[in-house]
């Protein structure tokens, strides 16, 4: 496999890696409104609920510093540096592209996430997680 097919492919899996990172954040809320009405006990887990309103802070802090993302950066230059001027990958990494990035001004991106943001901040009112505990382990990840 020559250089730039491996760089092609190292873009290929930052973007499937961004896409999953996406889907955790926009599902994670989705789950966690869900299940919090269903009553799903793991939607209450400490660990996911902090881990999933850290990765939505992250995007709103970038967006109101004016920061590109660096799976965005990362990707952009892998594909750069392989000479990828044009959509010339495989057919999931061109469908993928094409669901994660779509055009907009910037303004839009900073409502939207910060909307988002608050929601997952609301979140944790509507649908409140379980504390931490200490000493005592229920066999529940959120518990740790």
Same mark, same amino acid.
Not at 42 to 56: L, M, N, S
Not at 98 to 118: E, N
């Given at each position: 496999?020559?250089?730039?097919?491996?760089?092609?492919?190292?873009?290929?899996?930052?973007?499937?890696?961004?896409?999953?990172?996406?889907?955790?954040?926009?599902?994670?809320?989705?789950?966690?409104?869900?299940?919090?009405?269903?009553?799903?006990? #793991?939607?209450?887990?400490? #660990?996911?609920?902090?881990?999933?309103?850290?990765?939505?802070?992250?995007?709103?802090?970038?967006?109101?510093?004016?920061?590109?993302?660096?799976?965005?950066? #990362?990707?952009?230059?892998?594909?750069?540096?392989?000479?990828?001027?044009?959509? +010339?990958?495989?057919?999931?990494?061109?469908?993928?592209?094409?669901?994660?990035?779509?055009?907009?001004?910037?303004?839009?991106?900073?409502?939207?996430?910060?909307?988002?943001?608050?929601?997952?901040? +609301?979140? #944790?009112?509507?649908?409140?997680?379980?504390?931490?505990?200490?000493?005592?382990?229920?066999?529940?990840?959120?518990?740790?």
């Amino acid at each position: 496999m020559d250089r730039s097919a491996l760089l092609l492919l190292g873009a290929d899996a930052i973007l499937v890696l961004h896409v999953l990172f996406v889907c955790f954040v926009v599902f994670g809320l989705l789950l966690v409104l869900l299940g919090g009405r269903l009553g799903w006990y #793991w939607v209450r887990g400490r #660990w996911f609920r902090v881990i999933h309103a850290a990765a939505i802070g992250i995007v709103v802090v970038q967006a109101w510093l004016g920061v590109m993302c660096p799976l965005t950066i #990362w990707e952009v230059g892998l594909r750069a540096q392989a000479g990828d001027a044009v959509y +010339a990958g495989s057919f999931i990494a061109h469908w993928l592209e094409r669901l994660l990035y779509f055009q907009a001004p910037a303004w839009v991106f900073l409502i939207a996430y910060s909307v988002f943001g608050a929601l997952v901040a +609301a979140s #944790w009112i509507w649908v409140p997680p379980r504390p931490f505990r200490k000493g005592r382990h229920t066999g529940d990840p959120g518990d740790r």
